[in-house]
Structure formats: structure tokens, C-alpha cells
């Protein structure tokens, strides 16, 4: 399974554009990145995932770097209910394996 | 759909006693995971099922906990007997496809806070 590396935390200006990282420099060529975040006592909530391609939704934008060694989580206008921990996850062989991710503060 | 519903959503026992921690999926979904979450240890795997088959135990801590589904609408998690160290949020998920990226698509659940005095 890919190890995923992500800042602790980050801070964003309510209505800017948050951009989280994510290294995943061993990740194999057949393994896909999911992007998880999960609001302060609920459950974890699926975002977006993505391969080798840029991928949008309604909730983000997952940019994937060339050589996939890197992503990068897109949150085009930062809310307040955008305030989570962040999940970079590089699926494997075994169900979803989250790490310690990157807690992001919206500020107002 | 209601989503992932898991009972109790709050559990106070003491030393000894036994606790289970009840789940049902989302109508349709093949597969179902249960994750604890502490703020030592972070969200951890403990068990997956497939076609309520369990795939993957490995996580499960001791054998103080089991995980049974029965059908396809319905898992158990029991710790007996429980201990105050497995105090934690108890989180179920379940997903559809199999082998596929939908596999990795988890509804989680709101959670199952348990106290162990």
C-alpha cells in the first residue's frame, strides 16, 4: 500500500481556494489516491479520488501530478463548514488504511 | 436512504461487561468495515466483510472482539469482556462494488461512542 505524507495542519481564509498536499512517492501504478475528510466527531466523508487524471466534482478538484508522486486537493472557495482533518489515502491491497492527515482551520 | 445507521450512538459500561455495537448498511452495499477511532491511535481498520464473508480480521485487537454479519443488512461488533482501553469512537462504513474503485467509496456511519469505566 502507498504511504501517503501530509502537512498536520493548515489554515485558509474563508472564500480563498485551500490547496492540500499530499506525497505519495511510492505509490504503484495501479493505485489510486482517495481523498477523506472527516468534521470535528462525525464520520468520514468521501471526496473524490483519482488515478492519473485531473478529477472534479461538486466538492473539489484532485490535481495529480505527472509522475504521481504528488497530489493535491483543491477547495475552490473555502467555507467555514470546510474546518476538518483531510485524508490522502493510496489504496492497496487491504481496505482503506487512513493516516494522520492534515487538519485544516477556515478562518473567517 | 437513511445512509449507514449504527446503535447506540452512545455507550457507558463498566469494567467486565459485555458491549455490542450494532450496524446496518446501505441497501445494496456488498461490503461493510468496521474502523475504531482514539485520539492516540487515530482511525483504525478492525475487520472488513464481502458478501458478508469477513476478508480481513487482522486489525482486530485481541480476541476480546468479534465481528459477525449475519445478512446483508445487519453486523455486530462485541467486545467481551471490555476493558477501559477499548474507550473509543466505534465508526461502521459500508461501500458497493468489488475489486472495483466503488469498493473505496465508504458511507461512514455516525459513530458508536464507547466508555469503558
Known amino acids: 500500500d502507498a504511504k501517503t505524507t501530509q502537512p498536520p495542519s493548515m489554515d485558509c481564509a474563508e472564500g480563498r481556494a485551500a490547496n492540500l498536499p499530499c506525497n505519495h512517492s511510492?505509490?504503484?501504478?495501479?493505485?489510486?489516491v482517495y481523498w477523506y475528510r472527516q468534521i470535528h466527531s462525525q464520520g468520514p466523508q468521501y471526496i473524490i479520488h483519482?488515478?492519473?487524471n485531473n478529477e472534479t466534482n461538486e466538492m473539489a478538484s484532485l490535481i495529480i501530478t505527472e509522475d504521481r508522486k504528488s497530489s493535491t486537493l483543491i477547495l475552490p472557495h473555502a467555507t467555514l463548514r470546510d474546518t476538518a482533518v483531510y485524508y490522502c489515502i493510496g489504496t492497496g491491497r487491504r481496505a482503506l488504511t487512513f493516516g494522520s492527515g492534515t487538519r485544516l482551520q477556515v478562518q473567517p | 436512504d437513511a445512509g449507514v445507521i449504527q446503535s447506540p450512538r452512545h455507550e457507558v459500561t463498566e469494567m467486565g461487561q459485555e458491549v455490542t455495537l450494532r450496524c446496518k448498511p446501505i441497501s445494496g452495499h456488498n461490503s461493510l468495515f468496521w474502523y475504531r477511532q482514539t485520539m492516540m491511535r487515530g482511525l483504525e481498520l478492525l475487520i472488513y466483510?464481502?458478501?458478508?464473508?469477513?476478508?480481513?480480521d487482522s486489525g482486530m485487537p485481541e480476541d476480546r472482539f468479534s465481528a459477525k454479519m449475519p445478512n446483508a443488512s445487519f453486523s455486530t461488533l462485541k467486545i467481551q469482556p471490555s476493558e477501559p482501553r477499548d474507550s473509543a469512537v466505534y465508526f461502521c462504513a459500508s461501500s458497493s462494488g468489488t475489486g472495483g474503485t466503488g469498493a473505496n467509496v465508504l458511507t461512514f456511519g455516525a459513530g458508536s461512542r464507547l466508555t469503558v469505566l
Open positions: 466483510f464481502n458478501n458478508n464473508v469477513p476478508i480481513d
Open positions: 483519482g488515478l492519473k
Open positions: 511510492t505509490i504503484s501504478g495501479n493505485e489510486y
